[in-house]
């Protein structure tokens, strides 16, 4: 759909430059047909010369694609944004203050790689098991600790899960100083460290 109407803007403009030029050959009282002729060139020239392009298939680093890095930035966004407002709910201070900081973390890694995207697999393993669970225990928190009647399997829980925020906020300044520092294998290493920590928890 995108591609549709960057075709048509093309269009468009070739069209008008078309118009213009049959309007000047009118003025220059060039025959009708004649000025007709001349403007259709000038509008088929334009197409030729200048072909819509397509910018969801730019390449923004190598085997990467604007369209490809948009989706990631989106998506993460969007994830952000859900851990983000579940935090602001939470009745205690401490947990809306560690929930807040991992959000603004992830929003600077996203940022990083807006600037510089060639760590698309890293990214997309950041994005799509560790900003994922940490979205679903966040939101998880949240529910069990806005309801009533909490039994000691569920007030367990929950102190883990505030015994790992802090952890989790570690984790992801890690990964931010790797990602800045452009140091990949140091970045596998840290994601490793998270899902580690994640599933030793077993939240």
């Given at each position: 759909m995108g591609g549709g109407v960057k075709k048509g803007k093309s269009g468009g403009?070739?069209?008008?430059?078309?118009?213009?030029?049959?309007v000047l050959c009118l003025l220059f009282r060039l025959p009708f047909w004649t000025s007709l002729l001349i403007a259709v060139g000038v509008f088929a020239a334009r197409m030729w010369l200048f072909p819509p392009r397509d910018k969801g298939k730019e390449l923004v680093s190598p085997g990467i694609t604007r369209a490809e890095l948009d989706a990631v930035l989106a998506e993460g966004a969007e994830k952000v944004?859900?851990?983000?407002?579940?935090?602001?709910l939470s009745?205690?201070?401490e947990i809306r203050q560690e929930i807040e900081g991992i959000a603004q973390i992830a929003?600077?890694?996203f940022a990083d790689f807006k600037r510089d995207p060639k760590d698309m697999k890293a990214v997309r393993r950041f994005l799509t098991y560790y900003l994922d669970t940490?979205?679903?225990?966040?939101l998880k928190y949240r529910e069990l600790s806005a309801g009533y009647g909490k039994t000691q399997a569920t007030m367990e829980i929950l102190a883990r899960v505030e015994q790992m925020l802090p952890l989790i906020r570690a984790t992801y300044e890690k990964i931010l100083e790797k990602t800045l520092e452009d140091d990949v294998l140091d970045l596998d290493v840290e994601l490793e460290v998270l899902e580690t920590t994640i599933k030793m928890e077993g939240i």
């Open positions: 403009k070739a069209g008008v430059l078309g118009v213009i030029v049959f944004r859900a851990i983000r407002n579940a935090g602001r009745d205690k201070y929003d600077a890694i940490t979205q679903k225990i966040v």
